[in-house]
């Protein structure tokens, strides 16, 4: 998994190659979903992103927008990864869905994420 943002318009870029990687990144007790995106760049909560999520088998990159509700600082106790959550915008069900879908039947399994 990959994030590389561009300073100037808070802009991230999210590779997600497998169900795992999934797994540990989707954070389904955030409203409408979230994704938990590694990054070294300092966000502010509240920021509004733009995103784009190239998502396992899906052919093309899915633009995503949304804003900061978890920030994982540098030097976070439990070698956390550093990044933030993104808390998908209500117009981005359709990407809820799909990874939803990814992750049938993983959901509240109780293995570790990137944020609990």
């Known amino acids: 998994m990959s994030a590389s943002p561009r300073a100037s318009h808070g802009i991230l870029s999210l590779t997600i190659k497998s169900k795992d ?5 989707y954070m389904p007790f955030i409203k409408n979903g979230g ?3 590694t990054t070294q ?16 088998d899906e052919p093309d ?13 540098r030097g976070a106790q439990g070698g ?7 808390q998908l915008s209500a117009d981005d ?18 293995r570790l994420t990137h944020t609990m």
Request: proline share 3%.
């Open 93 to 110: 069900n359709t990407v809820t869905g799909k990874i939803e879908t990814y992750l049938a039947g993983a959901l509240g399994t109780g």
């Open 80 to 86: 956390n990864q550093t990044g933030i959550g993104i």
């Open 21 to 25: 990687e999934l797994y540990r990144s």
């Open 35 to 37: 994704l938990f995106v």
């Open 61 to 73: 990159k899915i633009p995503v927008t949304g804003k900061v509700v978890w920030v994982t600082p």
């Open 41 to 56: 760049r300092s966000y502010q909560m509240g920021e509004e992103v733009f995103m784009l999520l190239d998502l396992m």
